[in-house]
């Protein structure tokens, strides 16, 4: 990484996305990948996606995630990028869930994220910083969606705390969050939206932002 934190090419130390699914984290695969980056993809299923590592774990195994990461790291060394997209879509209200199943839902919305920073940053901050992404969605919460408004909203605190603690020694941690459902040919085509993972890696130091709304393409 230079001083500014933009690219420089293949060289550069890859990219870990966890929760690589047909969506977005497949497509922000193939993005850093057609940057010639090294890129592992994590997913509870392998995935097969051409010139990636493909790696199972599920995100709320701690065990079974840390060793998948390291697994990334053995391959191609620590990652200059982590794109946590891992989450738990579904609907509920307040009453449906017991307290188990609210923990479970929290443990994929952001405690697999939680595992992965604290496994991995302070080794990217060794090595000059990085990035750390985090899907977001649910920009304002939702009566029918109790368990993922929750989870959102600990995403968001989660890249404070990430930039408090980490950011001075270069990392920049964000959300990219999505305004609606993903689908590829609508507004918001995966593809497109991978397209944002890949503006916050490059943006330089002094520009952070540390929330991403994306809300369609034109």
């Given at each position: 990484?230079?001083?500014?934190?933009?690219?420089?090419?293949?060289d550069?130390p890859g990219?870990?996305?966890?929760?690589a699914?047909?969506?977005?984290g497949q497509?922000?695969?193939?993005?850093?990948?057609?940057?010639?980056?090294?890129?592992?993809?994590i997913?509870?299923?392998?995935?097969d996606?051409e010139?990636t590592?493909?790696?199972?774990a599920?995100?709320?195994?701690?065990?079974a995630l840390t060793?998948?990461?390291?697994?990334?790291?053995?391959?191609h060394?620590?990652?200059?990028v982590?794109v946590?997209?891992?989450a738990?879509?579904?609907a509920?209200r307040?009453?449906?869930?017991?307290l188990?199943?609210h923990?479970?839902?929290?443990a994929?919305?952001?405690?697999?994220?939680?595992?992965?920073?604290?496994?991995l940053a302070?080794a990217m901050?060794?090595n000059?910083?990085?990035?750390?992404?985090i899907t977001g969605?649910?920009?304002e919460t939702?009566p029918d969606?109790?368990?993922?408004?929750?989870?959102?909203?600990?995403?968001?605190?989660l890249v404070s705390?990430?930039d408090?603690t980490y950011?001075?020694?270069?990392?920049?941690?964000?959300?990219?969050?999505v305004?609606g459902s993903v689908a590829?040919?609508?507004?918001?085509d995966?593809d497109?939206?991978?397209e944002e993972?890949?503006a916050l890696?490059?943006?330089?130091?002094?520009e952070w932002i540390h929330?991403?709304?994306?809300?369609g393409s034109?």
């Amino acid at each position: 990484m230079t001083d500014d934190n933009t690219v420089e090419g293949a060289d550069m130390p890859g990219v870990v996305v966890i929760g690589a699914g047909p969506g977005i984290g497949q497509a922000v695969g193939r993005r850093f990948a057609r940057e010639r980056l090294p890129v592992a993809l994590i997913s509870r299923r392998l995935v097969d996606v051409e010139g990636t590592l493909a790696l199972a774990a599920d995100s709320t195994d701690e065990a079974a995630l840390t060793s998948a990461l390291d697994k990334a790291v053995a391959e191609h060394g620590t990652p200059d990028v982590v794109v946590y997209n891992a989450a738990k879509i579904a609907a509920d209200r307040i009453g449906d869930l017991t307290l188990r199943e609210h923990q479970d839902a929290w443990a994929v919305n952001v405690g697999g994220a939680i595992t992965a920073a604290a496994h991995l940053a302070p080794a990217m901050i060794t090595n000059g910083g990085g990035s750390f992404l985090i899907t977001g969605g649910m920009p304002e919460t939702k009566p029918d969606y109790v368990s993922l408004s929750l989870g959102k909203a600990g995403v968001r605190a989660l890249v404070s705390l990430l930039d408090q603690t980490y950011g001075a020694g270069g990392l920049h941690a964000a959300t990219v969050t999505v305004y609606g459902s993903v689908a590829p040919g609508t507004a918001f085509d995966p593809d497109a939206i991978a397209e944002e993972y890949w503006a916050l890696h490059r943006q330089p130091r002094d520009e952070w932002i540390h929330e991403l709304d994306y809300t369609g393409s034109v």
